[in-house]
């Protein structure tokens, strides 16, 4: 670790049938300086070869005796290996996320300059690969990060931290419970920092590269549990209840209005109903944001395809909007207990996938 800290870390990665992609994330973390003997996998009791082959780098490798989700692998790990009593900070991983060379370092140095932060949250990117949902990704969490982020970290309204890049001081984290009945642990979790009164804050250099899908069905998949989660710990936390509420409390109720009333679609049919020969202005002036979005976010990821592949991903926004839409109808609404994960397809961290 780096020579800066005195602390001890320990990096927690739950995998659940990644073995096409569990020693790529393990080799960049001994690249970037991470000691095997630091590094635990809990093999949620996979099918395929994740154990034996995360074993083989000679990390510490813990399978659990049946399958019961990522938060409960996460759970019995922690108590398995005694995390909490033997490091004063852990970083949760995914087994399909790749390190930055820096990526500890930049932790470590985040830890020196200041130990009283109960959350360090890292900066994640998509892994470059030919489909248009990598290029949309890059685009999203280029602009998210950049500016989204690193505002919410000056104000304390960090809201999720990604569970592929999260260092929690271990006392804190003692603190908190691993809850796996929601659909999004990692969020639950940032919430209960904030309800502990603990400051999370952002790492830019902190940087790992995950995995996107690589097909409409696995995107679709995808953002439908991130969006049913989402929903999920608005109840769980009462974010629109009348209490004492915190600055994150206020944050996630923008969020929620801006992405319910001042999204585009029902502009769009708003215009269309009052003033229709407006719309083609309207939607090139929309166009001509996105564009300049998708030129800085190409520069800064030095990726031409995030520009070049802007008219085809630009329509993802709509598909965006329709799961956020039916988690909201399924979550709060109809009142729906929605656990099913539906795990997308891995594929190799070098591999160019066509669509």
């Given at each position: 670790?780096?020579?800066?800290?005195?602390?001890?870390?320990?990096?927690?990665?739950?995998?659940?049938?990644?073995?096409?992609?569990?020693?790529?994330?393990?080799?960049?973390?001994?690249?970037?300086?991470?000691?095997?003997?630091?590094?635990?996998?809990?093999?949620?009791?996979?099918?395929?070869?994740?154990?034996?082959?995360?074993?083989?780098?000679?990390?510490?490798?813990?399978?659990?005796?049946?399958?019961?989700?990522?938060?409960?692998?996460?759970?019995?790990?922690?108590?398995?290996?005694?995390?909490?009593?033997?490091?004063?900070?852990?970083?949760?991983?995914?087994?399909?996320?790749?390190?930055?060379?820096?990526?500890?370092?930049?932790?470590?140095?985040?830890?020196?300059?200041?130990?009283?932060?109960?959350?360090?949250?890292?900066?994640?990117?998509?892994?470059?690969?030919?489909?248009?949902?990598?290029?949309?990704?890059?685009?999203?969490?280029?602009?998210?990060?950049?500016?989204?982020?690193?505002?919410?970290?000056?104000?304390?309204?960090?809201?999720?931290?990604?569970?592929?890049?999260?260092?929690?001081?271990?006392?804190?984290?003692?603190m908190l419970t691993i809850d796996h009945m929601t659909l999004a642990e990692d969020m639950d979790l940032t919430m209960q920092v904030h309800r502990a009164k603990f400051k999370i804050s952002y790492v830019p250099d902190a940087i790992v590269n995950t995995q996107d899908p690589s097909t409409f069905k696995d995107y679709h998949k995808q953002i439908l549990r991130w969006y049913r989660g989402f929903w999920q710990i608005i109840k769980k936390h009462r974010i629109f209840a009348i209490s004492k509420k915190q600055p994150v409390d206020?944050?996630?109720?923008?969020?929620?209005?801006?992405?319910?009333?001042?999204?585009?679609?029902?502009?769009?049919?708003?215009?269309?109903?009052?003033?229709?020969?407006?719309?083609?202005?309207?939607?090139?002036?929309?166009?001509?944001?996105?564009?300049?979005?998708?030129?800085?976010?190409?520069?800064?990821?030095?990726?031409?395809?995030?520009?070049?592949?802007?008219?085809?991903?630009?329509?993802?926004?709509?598909?965006?909007?329709?799961?956020?839409?039916?988690?909201?109808?399924?979550?709060?609404?109809?009142?729906?207990?929605?656990?099913?994960?539906?795990?997308?397809?891995?594929?190799?961290?070098?591999?160019?996938?066509?669509?």
């Amino acid at each position: 670790m780096h020579t800066h800290s005195p602390y001890k870390i320990g990096v927690l990665i739950p995998a659940y049938n990644e073995e096409v992609v569990i020693k790529g994330t393990i080799d960049s973390l001994i690249a970037a300086g991470c000691s095997r003997s630091h590094i635990y996998v809990v093999d949620d009791k996979s099918t395929d070869g994740t154990a034996e082959i995360a074993k083989t780098t000679g990390v510490n490798v813990y399978t659990v005796s049946e399958n019961g989700g990522k938060a409960q692998a996460q759970r019995k790990a922690i108590q398995y290996f005694l995390l909490l009593e033997r490091y004063d900070w852990l970083i949760f991983m995914d087994g399909d996320t790749k390190v930055d060379e820096n990526f500890l370092k930049a932790f470590s140095d985040a830890i020196y300059n200041d130990s009283t932060v109960g959350l360090y949250v890292g900066q994640v990117k998509s892994v470059k690969n030919n489909h248009i949902y990598s290029a949309s990704r890059a685009f999203e969490y280029t602009y998210g990060q950049d500016v989204a982020k690193q505002g919410q970290s000056n104000f304390n309204v960090i809201y999720v931290s990604p569970g592929c890049a999260s260092m929690y001081r271990t006392d804190v984290l003692s603190m908190l419970t691993i809850d796996h009945m929601t659909l999004a642990e990692d969020m639950d979790l940032t919430m209960q920092v904030h309800r502990a009164k603990f400051k999370i804050s952002y790492v830019p250099d902190a940087i790992v590269n995950t995995q996107d899908p690589s097909t409409f069905k696995d995107y679709h998949k995808q953002i439908l549990r991130w969006y049913r989660g989402f929903w999920q710990i608005i109840k769980k936390h009462r974010i629109f209840a009348i209490s004492k509420k915190q600055p994150v409390d206020f944050y996630m109720m923008l969020v929620v209005f801006d992405a319910l009333i001042l999204n585009r679609i029902i502009w769009i049919a708003i215009f269309a109903a009052t003033m229709p020969w407006v719309l083609p202005t309207l939607m090139l002036i929309d166009v001509g944001c996105c564009t300049l979005i998708a030129c800085y976010s190409g520069f800064r990821t030095k990726r031409l395809d995030v520009v070049y592949k802007l008219p085809l991903y630009y329509w993802l926004s709509y598909v965006n909007f329709y799961a956020y839409m039916r988690a909201f109808v399924e979550i709060i609404v109809c009142k729906k207990e929605l656990l099913a994960w539906n795990k997308v397809k891995r594929y190799d961290f070098n591999s160019h996938i066509n669509t």
